[in-house]
Each structure stands twice: as structure tokens, then as C-alpha cells.
């Protein structure tokens, strides 16, 4: 110990601390995995401090408001160079992702709800967990999902886009709703902190993982999960990326949902043929804008070139590439510099 002390830029933190292991940086992860040793925090000293390992990702905004919102957040130590820790509590992992989750994990959720006091059920329309609003070529793309927006809009379902809100709002809504439908993803973590009994409805057009069926039985929620994936349908390109666009099932997804909420989703003027033609050019064009952003980082020198060929034996969404620019920089700068905007051919909806 006096070796450490004699260190220059070794922090020493007195008394009691609980290590919570690496901050994720991401929505999901940072819920799951970095709260998952949180549970023990009545068991331990009401000074411990508590040590986060930080990465070079630094840290989200949401971690800040979550751990205010637990009224934590002056106990917080966020570690970037070593540290010196007098007295250690290293609880076990009550979720080890996609595999185990402990209800000792609700202890927390529990602490969370009596501080913030957010009503349950409350609201009686179905809260719909929308991705519609994530930008094609950074984030995993759902074709389909604007559609299913738009028809769960006409249906009367309150819409929510959780990254264009605070944690603890997002937490409220899950609260407020007792009907909840929305795709496998980071956002219906949100659950976690609601007190259960739940109607839900997950859709996925890949595996969902186990860890939400662990979840939903520990909070007594009544779920359906619907393997939503769609075969690939002719005309999909093939590029090399990272996150591939998922294909959904539209159809099937909505006659599932028709059937959990009790009312008739419509898809207007769009029967299973015209929706399959319609998402290989969703499939193409996110897969193209996140081939662009990839490529554009690796610093790529062909890639205007492979576009001029794709523009002339494709068809793409023209408005999906509109709205993408608005957002990115990259996109913006990119399809800029080609004078996309002049080209009137093969672009399509």
C-alpha cells in the first residue's frame, strides 16, 4: 500500500467503496451490466463510494442522469488512472448478459421507484417503442419500421423515440403503460425499472435474446416474443458491414400486434408483394449509408466511384438519404460532394 501512496497519480479513495465494473457507454449495457452490481448498495456503508471503470467512450449523459435520478450521484468516482481503495465490496453480477438475471437486481429497481414516485399504469392507450427516428448508417436499421410507426400511430398508440428523451422520462412512460409493445432492443430494458405486471410485445427479426424472458419473469409481465424475420427477397445487395439492416415480417408483425391489442393495425394501400418490393429498397439504402460511413472513416478513395456504379443498377430511397444527411455530417458531406442532389434516376418512394 505505502508503495501505491508514493505514486504520483494514484487517487486514494478512504473507507468503503463497491466496485460496478466497466461503464458502458451503451443505452442497454449501461442498464443491464453496469447496474447489475448495484443491488447491494443497502448493504453496504451509506458513504461507499461508487468506482466506475471509464473508458476512452467517456461518459453517456445518461449515466449522470440516472445516477441523480437515484440520488447517487455524488458518490459517484469515475476511475481513468489508478486508485488506491482502503476498504473494496465487489458484489456478484446479478445480470451476466444474454444468459442470467438475479431478481436480487429488483432491490435497486425498488429504491429507484420510491425516490421518484412515477405512477403506474396510468395511461390506458398502448405505449409503441419506436426506432423510426434513428439515423440509417450508425445505428442497427429495422426496414419496416416506419411503416409499423405509422400504423401504430393511426391506431392510437402513444408513441415514444427514446433517444430523443431523458432516462427518467423514458422510465415514466414505462411506468405510465400497461400495454407496451416495441422491437428487442436496448430501449425495452427501460422495464427494468418499472414495477412489472406488464402486458408486453417484443418483435425482432433476429434470435431474442434469453435475458428478456429472464426479466419478464422476475417482473410478472404477461409477454409475447414474435421472430418477425423476413427471407431475403431478390435485388438485396450484399455489402460488407458491420450492423446489416434487419428485414421484418411486416405483415405477420402487425397481425401479431392486431391480435395483442385487440384492434385492427392497418398498413395502407400495401399487401405482401408491394411491402417485399418496397424493403429491398429500404435493405439497400441503409445498407448503403452505413457502407458509406464505414468506408468514409477507413478513409476509403474508390467510394464515390462505387457509388456512380450502384446509383445506375439500383433503386434507392430518396427521402431516407434526405433525412439521413440532415443528421450526419458525414452523409451530409459526402452525398454533397457528389451532387447527388442533381440526379434524378434511380431513386425511388
Same mark, same amino acid.
Given at each position: 500500500?505505502?508503495?501505491?501512496?508514493?505514486?504520483?497519480?494514484?487517487?486514494?479513495?478512504?473507507?468503503?467503496?463497491?466496485?460496478?465494473?466497466?461503464?458502458?457507454?451503451?443505452?442497454?449495457?449501461?442498464?443491464?451490466?453496469?447496474?447489475?452490481?448495484?443491488? *447491494?448498495?443497502?448493504?453496504?456503508?451509506?458513504? *461507499?463510494?461508487?468506482?466506475?471503470?471509464?473508458?476512452? +467512450?467517456?461518459?453517456?449523459?445518461?449515466?449522470?442522469?440516472?445516477?441523480?435520478? +437515484?440520488?447517487?450521484?455524488?458518490?459517484?468516482?469515475?476511475?481513468?488512472?489508478?486508485?488506491?481503495?482502503?476498504?473494496?465490496?465487489?458484489?456478484?453480477?446479478?445480470?451476466?448478459?444474454?444468459?442470467?438475471?438475479?431478481?436480487?437486481?429488483?432491490?435497486?429497481?425498488?429504491?429507484?421507484?420510491?425516490?421518484? *414516485?412515477?405512477?403506474?399504469?396510468?395511461?390506458?392507450?398502448?405505449?409503441?417503442?419506436?426506432?423510426?427516428?434513428?439515423?440509417?448508417?450508425?445505428?442497427?436499421?429495422?426496414?419496416? =419500421?416506419?411503416?409499423?410507426? =405509422?400504423?401504430?400511430?393511426?391506431?392510437?398508440?402513444?408513441?415514444?423515440?427514446?433517444?430523443?428523451?431523458?432516462?427518467?422520462?423514458?422510465?415514466?412512460?414505462?411506468?405510465?403503460?400497461?400495454?407496451?409493445?416495441?422491437?428487442?432492443?436496448?430501449?425495452?430494458?427501460?422495464?427494468?425499472?418499472?414495477?412489472?405486471?406488464?402486458?408486453?410485445?417484443?418483435?425482432?427479426?433476429?434470435?431474442?435474446?434469453?435475458?428478456?424472458?429472464?426479466?419478464?419473469?422476475?417482473?410478472?409481465?404477461?409477454?409475447?416474443?414474435?421472430?418477425?424475420?423476413?427471407?431475403?427477397?431478390?435485388?438485396?445487395?450484399?455489402?460488407?458491414?458491420?450492423?446489416?439492416?434487419?428485414?421484418?415480417?411486416?405483415?405477420?408483425?402487425?397481425? =401479431?400486434?392486431?391480435?395483442?391489442?385487440?384492434?385492427?393495425?392497418?398498413?395502407?394501400?400495401?399487401?405482401?408483394?408491394?411491402?417485399?418490393?418496397?424493403?429491398?429498397?429500404?435493405?439497400?439504402? +441503409?445498407?448503403?449509408?452505413?457502407?458509406?460511413?464505414?468506408?468514409?472513416?477507413?478513409?476509403?478513395?474508390?467510394?464515390?466511384?462505387?457509388?456512380?456504379?450502384?446509383?445506375?443498377?439500383?433503386?434507392?430511397?430518396?427521402?431516407?438519404? +434526405?433525412?439521413?444527411?440532415?443528421?450526419?455530417?458525414?452523409?451530409?458531406?459526402?452525398?454533397?460532394?457528389?451532387?447527388?442532389?442533381?440526379?434524378?434516376?434511380?431513386?425511388?418512394?
Amino acid at each position: 500500500m505505502s508503495r501505491f501512496k508514493s505514486c504520483s497519480d494514484t487517487t486514494q479513495i478512504d473507507g468503503q467503496a463497491i466496485y460496478l465494473g466497466i461503464l458502458h457507454n451503451h443505452y442497454g449495457h449501461f442498464l443491464c451490466e453496469t447496474l447489475s452490481r448495484l443491488w *447491494a448498495i443497502d448493504s453496504v456503508d451509506s458513504h *461507499a463510494r461508487l468506482v466506475l471503470l471509464v473508458t476512452d +467512450a467517456g461518459v453517456p449523459g445518461f449515466v449522470d442522469d440516472f445516477f441523480r435520478m +437515484a440520488g447517487l450521484q455524488d458518490r459517484l468516482v469515475y476511475v481513468r488512472t489508478p486508485v488506491c481503495v482502503e476498504s473494496l465490496v465487489i458484489p456478484d453480477a446479478a445480470v451476466i448478459y444474454p444468459h442470467l438475471f438475479h431478481p436480487a437486481f429488483l432491490r435497486l429497481t425498488r429504491s429507484v421507484l420510491e425516490r421518484t *414516485a412515477f405512477l403506474s399504469d396510468n395511461e390506458t392507450a398502448p405505449l409503441f417503442v419506436s426506432r423510426g427516428n434513428l439515423v440509417p448508417g450508425y445505428s442497427r436499421y429495422v426496414v419496416g =419500421e416506419r411503416m409499423l410507426h =405509422e400504423a401504430m400511430v393511426r391506431a392510437g398508440a402513444t408513441i415514444v423515440s427514446p433517444e430523443t428523451l431523458g432516462i427518467a422520462e423514458q422510465i415514466r412512460l414505462f411506468n405510465a403503460h400497461r400495454r407496451i409493445v416495441g422491437y428487442a432492443g436496448s430501449a425495452m430494458h427501460n422495464l427494468l425499472f418499472t414495477t412489472g405486471d406488464k402486458d408486453v410485445l417484443y418483435y425482432s427479426a433476429r434470435a431474442i435474446p434469453k435475458i428478456y424472458r429472464l426479466i419478464d419473469k422476475d417482473l410478472r409481465n404477461r409477454a409475447r416474443y414474435v421472430d418477425a424475420h423476413l427471407l431475403s427477397c431478390p435485388g438485396m445487395l450484399a455489402f460488407e458491414i458491420g450492423f446489416k439492416p434487419e428485414v421484418l415480417d411486416l405483415p405477420g408483425v402487425v397481425q =401479431e400486434i392486431s391480435s395483442f391489442l385487440g384492434v385492427e393495425l392497418v398498413l395502407e394501400g400495401l399487401d405482401h408483394l408491394a411491402y417485399q418490393k418496397c424493403a429491398v429498397v429500404e435493405f439497400n439504402t +441503409a445498407s448503403m449509408l452505413r457502407y458509406v460511413v464505414e468506408q468514409r472513416a477507413r478513409g476509403s478513395s474508390t467510394l464515390e466511384a462505387e457509388f456512380a456504379d450502384l446509383e445506375h443498377s439500383h433503386v434507392f430511397d430518396r427521402e431516407m438519404i +434526405a433525412r439521413s444527411m440532415q443528421r450526419s455530417p458525414v452523409l451530409r458531406k459526402f452525398f454533397g460532394d457528389i451532387g447527388w442532389e442533381k440526379s434524378a434516376h434511380n431513386f425511388s418512394y
